[in-house]
């Protein structure tokens, strides 16, 4: 019974495959046709000939050629509404069409032009890695500040991912969004005495939206350079020390602890100002891009009312917080849909 079943579905699928291989055939011919009696002027016969084969029988590249006969039919008829009707499925089946003047008539360019032919909105993804480059701005610490070797310096690359938004304004300019995850370490390093050193590893975890205009730049078809800048709001959500203060002359054992949160000593709120380049890699459907972006916090990081709350880290660590701001150095990659919205030029 079982190998009966077997076989009947093996038949009804061999049947299904042939009907479809069938329709495509006599489609191909019916195609064919219709481009033979277009040359002769014979168009009455044209629209029965493809448009049941356009729903269904046509593969993709048949089915624009069909779309442009009609098109191009129509016209011939005087008959303008369907000719607009068709070329918005022409668009929808193909939105990234191309005309061509050396094959594509210039009654179809004609009509083509008088349409918004380029999308509108990109909608995608980006990734990112991070080098953040902190300074102190004002220096606060325990003892002789004079004295203290305190700085900021860079802790290994952080990362950033989430969805990104661009909306076109003109051949030239774009205004863009994203709204994603952002990652940030550096290191703090104090040494007030010259048998002790205190090394604080920061990491920070941010909500980070970039509001940038961008202005393009033409160097190919299909790379498309730009510059960017604008300004972006940070949320910070969460914020950590991996704190160690070291006896640099063994005299004791090394201090330490588990990460110590910096979630009240740090502004939750921030905003910076972002400049970068990039470019774009057009392929079906959407871009890859690239680009190198560097920003500037433009407020402090500390919470300064709660600076010295905590005395038990100060006596442990012989530390407590600077001012300071952040510069970060971002590269990305990421890619874009494109979303096309055809309408009649006005």
């Known amino acids: ?66 779309y442009k006969l009609l098109i191009l039919t129509y016209l011939f008829d005087d008959n303008k509404d369907l000719a607009e009707e068709t070329m918005l499925k022409f668009l929808k089946t193909n939105p990234e069409y191309k005309v061509n003047p050396a094959i594509d008539p210039a009654e179809f360019i004609f009509l083509f032009n008088s349409y918004n032919t380029k999308p509108i909105f990109e909608i995608g993804v980006t990734t990112a890695l991070n080098y953040s480059f902190p300074f102190i701005t004002k220096l606060y610490g325990p003892g002789n500040v004079a004295d203290n070797e305190s700085k900021y310096k860079p802790s290994g690359m952080g990362f950033q991912i989430g969805p990104k938004f661009i909306y076109h304004i003109s051949d030239k300019y774009d205004i863009g969004t994203q709204v994603v995850y952002s ?57 950590s020390y991996k704190p160690v203060r070291q006896y640099t002359d063994n005299s004791r054992n090394d201090v330490s602890g588990s990460d110590f949160s910096l979630k009240d000593f740090r ?78 030029i006005k």
């Open 267 to 344: 502004r939750k709120n921030n905003v910076s100002f972002v400049v970068g380049a990039g470019a774009r890699y057009k392929i079906p459907h959407g871009n890859i891009f690239f680009n190198l972006k560097y920003s500037l916090d433009l407020l402090n990081q500390v919470n300064a009312d709660n600076r010295l709350s905590d005395f038990d880290f100060i006596s442990r660590y012989y530390s407590y917080d600077s001012n300071f701001n952040i510069n970060n150095l971002t590269i990305s990659v990421g890619y874009l849909y494109s979303i096309f919205n055809h309408k009649k």
């Open 183 to 239: 990652q940030k370490k550096f290191e703090f390093t104090s040494a007030l005495s010259d048998f002790s050193k205190t090394s604080l590893i920061e990491t920070q975890q941010l909500i980070h939206v970039p509001i940038v205009a961008y202005y393009k730049l033409e160097f190919s078809e299909k790379i498309k350079p730009y510059v960017l800048s604008g300004l972006a709001y940070s949320y910070l959500f969460d914020a």
């Open 1 to 66: 019974m079982k190998f009966i079943f077997n076989n009947i579905i093996l038949v009804i699928f061999f049947l299904l495959i042939t009907a479809n291989v069938s329709a495509q055939n006599d489609c191909a011919l019916n195609l064919k046709e219709a481009q033979k009696l277009y040359t002769q002027g014979v168009i009455e016969e044209i629209p029965g000939l493809l448009n049941p084969c356009i729903e269904e029988g046509f593969n993709t590249e048949d089915k624009i050629q069909a």
